[in-house]
């Protein structure tokens, strides 16, 4: 211990030490001036009592301290704190803090930037998506320029659809969590989204919907009902029609958890840890062909991220992916009324 605050004592970053019942034990001289703690005076005072945030509360409670929480204290008004509980020793804590409000500004900024240029982008491509339209429609137009015309229309679809894409992972972006959010009958929405992929002019043969669980999910009805549906478009995109399509959404002691299966071109294994970033593509051609925007996968990333649950996928090359969502308990919700249901297309 004395080891342990001698070494600790002079860091640039804000340390801490918690004992078992969360009461502060000793700090250093950075976590004294970034916590406003008072040497003598708060010693032994639990931690939970002196920085009350939401965010950080819920951090501590939910026991889950692989990542940081970031709090804005309101002390300070532009001042961010990254906050990470470390244990050690029988019960002990670690708390790091360090102060993040310039990363925060920058990300800001850059998140600023992309919102307003999309923003920005939408009004003229509505005018040119406008006037192609009426262009592609109008007898006196040369037959010859109607080909060109038509891939002009499909070109700023896509331009619309990647600036849709970019508006939303903006607005996912600017808080890090839903807190609450209503329950959410998956039943009801997978079958919205089989009629979806049904509806399409070409499409796998085979959809099914198997619901192994009544639990509902409760998070942001749109967001969750986004990131499905990007997980069953994809589906629906890269499975040529004579495969098949399941979405499985069943519950356990992990929690919730909704799988798209799909027996479509798959994804070589080196580029599965990657799929999630922005504008990353396998094959760019198939993508482009298909009207993807490349942030279809990003955005489920986000959405889930915001419900405290992770993506898992696996893919084989040539036989098929599947995407699962892994959603903790505490997402879940009994209804009244329990049903179970298979629909087979
Ligand atoms: P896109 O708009 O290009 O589909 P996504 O972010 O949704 O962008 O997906 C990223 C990439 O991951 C896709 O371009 C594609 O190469 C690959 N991918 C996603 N889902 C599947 C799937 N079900 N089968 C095969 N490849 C997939």
Same mark, same amino acid.
């Given at each position: 211990?004395?080891?342990?605050?001698? *070494?600790?004592?002079?860091?640039?970053?804000?340390?801490?030490?918690?004992?078992?019942?969360?009461?502060?034990?000793?700090?250093?001289?950075?976590?004294?001036?970034?916590?406003?703690?008072?040497?003598? @005076?708060?010693?032994?005072?639990?931690?939970?009592?002196?920085?009350?945030?939401?965010?950080?509360?819920?951090?501590?409670?939910?026991?889950?301290?692989?990542?940081?929480?970031?709090?804005?204290?309101?002390?300070?008004? +532009?001042?961010?704190?990254?906050?990470?509980?470390?244990?050690?020793?029988?019960?002990?804590?670690?708390?790091?803090?360090?102060?993040? *409000?310039?990363?925060?500004?920058?990300? @800001?900024?850059?998140? +600023?930037?992309?919102?307003?240029?999309?923003?920005?982008?939408?009004?003229?491509?509505?005018?040119?998506?406008?006037?192609?339209?009426?262009?592609?429609?109008?007898?006196?137009?040369?037959?010859?320029?109607?080909?060109?015309?038509?891939?002009?229309?499909?070109?700023?679809?896509?331009?619309?659809?990647?600036?849709?894409?970019?508006?939303?992972?903006?607005?996912?972006?600017?808080? +890090?969590?839903?807190?609450?959010?209503?329950?959410?009958?998956?039943?009801?929405?997978?079958?919205?989204?089989?009629? /979806?992929?049904?509806?399409?002019?070409?499409?796998?043969?085979?959809?099914?919907?198997?619901?192994?669980?009544?639990?509902?999910?409760?998070?942001?009805?749109?967001?969750?009902?986004?990131?499905?549906?990007?997980?069953? /478009?994809?589906?629906?995109?890269?499975?040529?029609? #004579?495969?098949?399509?399941?979405?499985?959404?069943?519950? /356990?002691?992990?929690?919730?958890?909704?799988?798209?299966?799909?027996?479509?071109?798959?994804?070589?294994?080196? &580029?599965?840890?990657?799929?999630?970033?922005?504008?990353?593509?396998?094959?760019?051609?198939? *993508?482009?062909?298909?009207?993807?925007?490349?942030?279809?996968?990003?955005?489920?990333?986000?959405?889930?991220?915001? &419900?405290?649950?992770?993506?898992?996928?696996?893919?084989?090359?040539?036989?098929?992916?599947?995407?699962?969502? &892994?959603?903790?308990?505490?997402?879940?919700?009994?209804?009244? @009324?329990?049903?179970?249901?298979? #629909?087979?297309?």
């Amino acid at each position: 211990m004395r080891q342990l605050q001698r *070494s600790t004592a002079a860091l640039p970053n804000g340390v801490v030490i918690l004992n078992a019942q969360r009461e502060i034990v000793w700090f250093n001289r950075m976590a004294a001036q970034l916590l406003e703690l008072r040497s003598t @005076a708060d010693l032994g005072l639990r931690i939970d009592n002196l920085l009350r945030e939401p965010e950080f509360l819920r951090y501590l409670t939910r026991q889950d301290y692989s990542n940081p929480v970031v709090i804005r204290p309101t002390m300070g008004e +532009d001042t961010y704190l990254s906050l990470q509980v470390v244990p050690y020793g029988e019960g002990q804590l670690l708390l790091l803090v360090s102060d993040v *409000s310039r990363q925060m500004r920058l990300e @800001a900024v850059r998140r +600023d930037f992309v919102a307003n240029a999309s923003h920005e982008l939408r009004s003229p491509l509505t005018v040119i998506s406008g006037y192609l339209e009426t262009l592609g429609q109008d007898p006196a137009v040369d037959p010859d320029l109607l080909g060109p015309i038509a891939e002009m229309r499909r070109q700023a679809e896509r331009m619309t659809g990647i600036i849709r894409d970019l508006i939303e992972l903006s607005r996912l972006e600017e808080t +890090d969590e839903v807190v609450g959010g209503a329950p959410i009958d998956v039943a009801a929405l997978l079958s919205l989204l089989r009629k /979806d992929v049904l509806a399409r002019p070409v499409h796998p043969h085979e959809v099914r919907v198997r619901v192994e669980s009544a639990a509902q999910l409760i998070g942001d009805e749109s967001e969750i009902h986004s990131a499905f549906s990007n997980l069953v /478009d994809n589906a629906a995109k890269y499975t040529p029609p #004579e495969g098949s399509i399941e979405m499985r959404w069943w519950t /356990d002691q992990g929690g919730g958890h909704l799988a798209v299966t799909d027996t479509g071109f798959g994804i070589p294994a080196e &580029h599965i840890p990657r799929l999630t970033e922005r504008f990353y593509r396998v094959d760019a051609g198939r *993508s482009r062909a298909t009207g993807g925007s490349g942030l279809g996968l990003a955005i489920v990333k986000h959405v889930l991220q915001r &419900h405290g649950a992770r993506l898992e996928v696996q893919s084989t090359l040539g036989e098929g992916s599947s995407f699962i969502c &892994h959603f903790p308990p505490e997402r879940l919700a009994q209804p009244v @009324a329990a049903g179970l249901s298979t #629909e087979t297309a």
